[in-house]
């Protein structure tokens, strides 16, 4: 059984700053990307970023284009979401998700941690 496990979240104020963090643990994988997404109070969950581990590529969500980095270890299937100039609007339970090779899906979820950005 894969577990993935999310930590660093927490509240702050808006401009500031958090970095996430995403471990695995339990069975070993080899995956072929990782992501971040997010789900606000009343809202469907949306893709925040994600990282190709064959090349580094990353994409992002245009709403956090220039404020967000995503990185890790693929070794580890470990990945980090620094968040930068956070705003209230980003406020939302962020999951960490991995994606096997071979594999279409996203199969691995985190069970998620909560960001808080007060005005």
């Known amino acids: 059984q894969v577990q993935l496990v999310e930590s660093g979240g927490g509240l702050v104020q808006a401009g500031g700053s958090l970095r996430l963090s995403c471990v695995s643990s339990?069975?070993?994988?080899?995956?072929?990307?990782m992501a971040w997404f997010r789900q606000a109070p009343g809202k469907e969950r949306e893709f925040v970023a994600r990282v190709i581990w064959n090349g580094r590529i990353t994409y992002y969500a245009d709403s956090v284009k220039g404020r967000f980095t995503i990185s890790g270890d693929n070794a580890k299937n470990t990945v980090y979401l620094q968040m930068n100039g956070l705003k209230p609007e980003d406020t939302a339970v962020y999951y960490c998700?991995?994606?096997?090779?071979?594999?279409?899906?996203?199969?691995?979820w985190g069970q998620g941690i909560q960001v808080t950005v007060s005005s």
């Open positions: 339990g069975r070993t994988f080899s995956s072929q990307s």
């Open positions: 998700a991995a994606q096997r090779y071979g594999h279409a899906a996203y199969e691995y």
